[in-house]
């Protein structure tokens, strides 16, 4: 069954530094997300993007984050300068149609210090 | 077993019996709703989803149920497993995959032997 890879798993940064993570969506779905979970809380989207644009955003969603398709398989999600609240498991996710039936990726845990 | 998601976030069944989890949504506008399971260290996967239009719908070994007019989802579960232990996070969502969906807090389903 296709699935939606994100990596690294687990990333540890200091404070004020740039991190970028990474997916790889599944490869005919044409809609990508980015979702975050601070531990013991709820799931909170973040940004939704499609053709090569952003089409919805959340207020969490601010102008220390972007998110960027390189290339025809990978979506990434950076933050400039992390803050110690950004820390937080993070979840790609990808669907074919502008629907919610989307799959979700396994999630990189950050880690701010 | 019953549960409340948002007011009692764990819910212990033995095995075999039958689960209910209970979620109270917030937005009246909301068209689109879904069940998410969540296991340790992996992102939130697909269960059953519900249009707006509908209340109830089943899928194999779970059933969802909607009441609109008091803003209540519920997710029932047959003859529970062990493998059914897991988070579960009720989502809405409305006017289409862009807009981000609304997860709730989640409730812990705990299977006893």
């Known amino acids: 069954e296709p699935e939606v890879t994100q990596t690294p798993s687990h990333q540890v940064t200091q404070m004020g530094q740039e991190v970028i993570l990474r997916c790889v969506p599944i490869?005919?779905?044409?809609?990508f997300y980015w979702y975050r979970q601070i531990l013991g809380q709820k799931v909170e989207f973040l940004v939704s993007f499609y053709n090569n644009e952003i089409s919805e955003k959340s207020e969490i969603f601010d102008d220390q984050f972007s998110v960027e398709r390189p290339d025809g398989s990978n979506f990434t999600l950076k933050i400039r300068s992390t803050k110690l609240e950004d820390s937080a498991m993070y979840f790609c996710a990808s669907s074919r149609d502008q629907t919610y039936g989307y799959t979700f990726g396994s999630g990189t845990r950050l880690t701010v210090v | 077993g019953e549960s409340v998601g948002l007011h009692l976030p764990t819910l212990s069944v033995q095995e075999g019996d039958n689960s209910i989890i209970n979620c109270a949504y917030s937005n009246s506008a909301s068209d689109y709703f879904i069940w998410y399971k969540q296991e340790s260290g992996k992102g939130p996967q697909f269960i059953i989803d519900i249009r707006s239009n509908m209340d109830k719908r089943q899928g194999q070994r779970v059933t969802v149920l909607l009441n609109k007019t008091v803003k209540h989802l519920s997710l029932q579960i047959a003859a529970t497993q062990p493998g059914d232990s897991a988070v579960y996070f009720c989502?809405?969502?409305f006017g289409g995959g862009a807009d981000g969906l609304t997860f709730g807090k989640g409730t812990h389903l705990i299977i006893q032997p």
């Open positions: 989502a809405e969502g």
């Open positions: 490869s005919n779905h044409l809609y």
